[in-house]
């Protein structure tokens, strides 16, 4: 005779926490690994996105701890950041892009704030640095600063000038998908392979597990006063034109 397995087994109680944890983001654990490719739908962004600086847009930044759990699952799973690590100790920025091979897949990046840079808001554009999807990629950021990185803040959501400020950047490639995959595209900043060649700094800033701020923390700059970086001029068009080839038609 068949045996049925009682609907409240211990076995699928164990399974039911395991998926808990792993949907929630509120501890890191090995199952984080496991859901690499399957949160990524075994997909990785494209070269032009890796092989180039790209923009992307912002929706926070401070301390890991603080963010809405997609964003800590992200750190966790993409950028392997583990839960009270030293990499925790950093600002990040979480940022949302378009995948540029795609006209409804969206992105989700979590990337470190250099010292120069300041806190950004939602809708802010930054230029990012970034690497694969599932590579974990800020892993070890504490020891070689390698990683994803923000470059700096382009154009300032809180700011007068924003819209005109978003139709001027060079390769622009905003898809207004319903993917909530914001403003995206590729920038004419060279892509250098070692963060050290941008001449940027990354100092700790949080306690790794309260999240208050380290008394050795650097102030942090003002919106204000914040210069952004120039744009090199792309002489031979050629990434406004790889922008352009990649627009969809909605």
């Not at 699928?12 to 990524?40: F, K, Q, S, W, Y």
């Not at 790794?208 to 700059?221: E, F, M, S």
Request: net charge positive.
């Amino acid at each position: 005779m068949h045996r049925q397995t009682p609907l409240f087994s211990k076995n699928r109680l164990i399974l039911a926490l395991a998926g808990a944890l792993v949907l929630t983001g509120c501890a890191a654990n090995p199952m984080h690994r496991v859901m690499d490719r399957v949160t990524n739908l075994g997909l990785d962004y494209p070269d032009k996105m890796t092989k180039h600086i790209v923009y992307a847009t912002a929706t926070q930044s401070g301390f890991i701890g603080d963010f809405h759990r997609v964003f800590r699952n992200t750190a966790y799973v993409h950028g392997g950041i583990e839960y009270n690590s030293d990499e925790y100790q950093y600002r990040h920025s979480t940022l949302i892009l378009p995948n540029l091979d795609s006209s409804w897949l969206g992105a989700n990046v979590v990337a470190v704030l250099p010292d120069s840079v300041p806190n950004v808001v939602e809708n802010d554009i930054v230029v990012l640095k970034m690497y694969g999807a599932a590579d974990r990629v800020n892993a070890n950021f504490h020891q070689n600063k390698q990683g994803n990185i923000v470059l700096g803040i382009v154009c300032f959501a809180d700011r007068p000038d924003y819209e005109n400020c978003k139709r001027s950047l060079p390769g622009y490639a905003g898809h207004p998908s319903n993917a909530r995959n914001r403003f995206g595209g590729i920038s004419t900043i060279p892509r250098y392979e070692d963060n050290a060649e941008y001449g940027l700094s990354f100092t700790p800033y949080f306690d790794k597990k309260t999240g208050k701020v380290l008394p050795t923390a650097l102030p942090v700059p003002t919106r204000d006063q914040y210069v952004p970086p120039s744009l090199p001029p792309d002489s031979n068009d050629s990434i406004r034109k790889l922008g352009e080839r990649m627009e969809r038609i909605y």
